[in-house]
């Protein structure tokens, strides 16, 4: 497709609609119906944008003699949805379009289409430190400052399970509801979800976790630490290895399973790792040399859902998508804040995005983009 050629206009300002909030963007999170996209600022405040759009980019596309156009939009974006919050982070999408955020004092919210909260989930006088819910299973885990809870939202039965300290900083579900794993100051941490939520894996970990994600198959589970790279755990084998030489934090970690492979932010490309040939032994097996190396640094990473292309921000503002294993690229935006967050939509035709100039935007692909 040809890019409009009025001067200064850039793909992104072709595809996405962007909206400037009070303060750096946080996290984004879409909803499991693809109609919204939420997003959290530094600052604590939540909104919500639609994504249904009435300037779509097939509307503003022409053919003239051959030669494809589109054309910039007319009007301005639909004005996001605020909500009373204004201390809220972390985001997750729940059933029925809904949200989940976790406030600073611990509560953890339920977010309607409209904004408006409509419940306080797992409501009891403990604080919330992490949470995470599994949509397939229904299941919902949340550390509080000494224990576990699991809570099964089909059945409502809980089941609890004492910690330790470290208090633990991030949890994550197996995407079958099985296992769960928690990340602590110095310690990986997997247990069953059922029985008595005993602990069957221990990791001990170089550096504060800040990132936590299994792949779709619930065979691996990846963790990034503050310095030092990432820890890749192998769940059927038993195997683990810290994959080192990254000279950032590895804030986010994306599986991507139409490649069988893990992307990590942190270094000076896109980094990524086939599991066909895992790098347990020897951190350059299976490597993939995705797009291009360069002098600034890939802050966040967002594999596409079912095709071989994986997202990437930089700490430039720049982002662009990649043909995995290829140094294929496509720059969709060349500057602007740091990248903060990327997340694919499930029906692969948005890139959410969020940046640290407080800028959050729905990047929309027309259907015969990616051909």
């Known amino acids: 497709?040809?890019?409009?050629?009025?001067?200064?206009?850039?793909?992104?300002?072709?595809?996405?609609?962007?909206?400037?909030?009070?303060?750096a963007i946080k996290h984004?999170?879409?909803?499991?119906?693809?109609?919204?996209?939420?997003?959290?600022?530094?600052?604590?405040?939540?909104?919500?944008?639609?994504?249904?759009?009435?300037?779509?980019?097939?509307?503003?596309?022409?053919?003239?003699?051959?030669?494809?156009?589109?054309?910039?939009?007319?009007?301005?974006?639909?004005?996001?949805?605020?909500?009373?919050?204004?201390?809220g982070g972390g985001l997750t999408a729940f059933d029925d379009g809904e949200t989940l955020v976790l406030t600073a004092k611990g509560d953890l919210l339920r977010?309607?289409?409209?904004?408006?909260?409509?419940?306080?989930?797992?409501?009891?006088?403990?604080?919330?430190?992490?949470f995470d819910y599994c949509r397939s299973t229904?299941?919902?885990?949340?550390?509080?400052?000494?224990?576990?809870?699991?809570?099964?939202?089909?059945?409502?039965?809980?089941?609890?399970?004492?910690?330790?300290?470290?208090?633990?900083?991030?949890?994550s579900i197996s995407n079958d509801g099985c296992m769960i794993a928690l990340a602590a100051a110095t310690s990986l941490n997997i247990r069953h979800a059922?029985?008595?939520?005993?602990?069957?894996?221990?990791?001990?970990?170089?550096?504060r976790p800040i990132s936590l994600i299994w792949s779709a198959d619930n065979r691996w589970l990846a963790c990034g630490l503050e310095t030092g790279g990432f820890c890749l755990v192998d769940i059927a084998s038993g195997g683990d290895a810290i994959l080192s030489d990254f000279p950032g934090p590895i804030r986010t970690l994306d599986w991507s399973q139409?490649?069988?492979?893990?992307?990590?932010?942190?270094?000076?490309?896109?980094?990524?790792?086939?599991?066909?040939?895992?790098?347990?032994?020897?951190?350059?097996?299976g490597a993939l040399a995705t797009g291009h190396p360069g002098f600034v640094m890939v802050d966040a990473v967002a594999s596409h859902p079912f095709k071989k292309l994986v997202a990437a921000g930089y700490a430039n503002g720049k982002i662009v998508i990649?043909?995995?294993?290829?140094?294929?690229?496509?720059?969709?935006?060349?500057?602007?804040?740091?990248?903060?967050?990327?997340?694919?939509?499930?029906?692969?035709?948005?890139?959410?995005?969020?940046?640290a100039l407080g800028n959050a935007a729905i990047i929309t692909f027309p259907n015969q983009f990616f051909k």
């Open 258 to 285: 139409s490649a069988n492979a893990v992307f990590a932010s942190g270094a000076y490309r896109i980094a990524g790792w086939s599991m066909d040939t895992p790098p347990l032994s020897n951190s350059s097996t």
């Open 28 to 87: 984004i999170c879409f909803n499991n119906d693809d109609t919204l996209l939420a997003m959290s600022c530094f600052d604590g405040t939540v909104a919500l944008a639609r994504l249904a759009d009435n300037e779509p980019p097939e509307s503003r596309i022409t053919i003239d003699n051959g030669r494809t156009t589109i054309h910039p939009r007319e009007g301005r974006p639909s004005p996001l949805i605020n909500t009373r919050i204004r201390d």
């Open 138 to 171: 229904g299941l919902m885990a949340a550390v509080l400052p000494n224990r576990l809870r699991l809570q099964w939202k089909r059945t409502d039965s809980i089941r609890e399970a004492a910690l330790s300290d470290p208090i633990s900083e991030v949890v």
């Open 1 to 23: 497709m040809n890019q409009q050629t009025t001067p200064n206009v850039t793909l992104f300002d072709l595809l996405a609609r962007n909206w400037r909030r009070p303060s």
């Open 322 to 355: 990649a043909k995995i294993g290829s140094p294929d690229e496509l720059v969709i935006r060349d500057t602007g804040g740091p990248v903060t967050a990327l997340q694919w939509s499930a029906d692969g035709k948005q890139l959410g995005m969020g940046d």
């Open 194 to 207: 059922e029985d008595d939520l005993r602990s069957f894996r221990e990791i001990a970990l170089s550096a």
């Open 111 to 130: 977010i309607n289409r409209s904004g408006e909260i409509s419940a306080k989930v797992l409501a009891d006088k403990s604080p919330i430190i992490a």
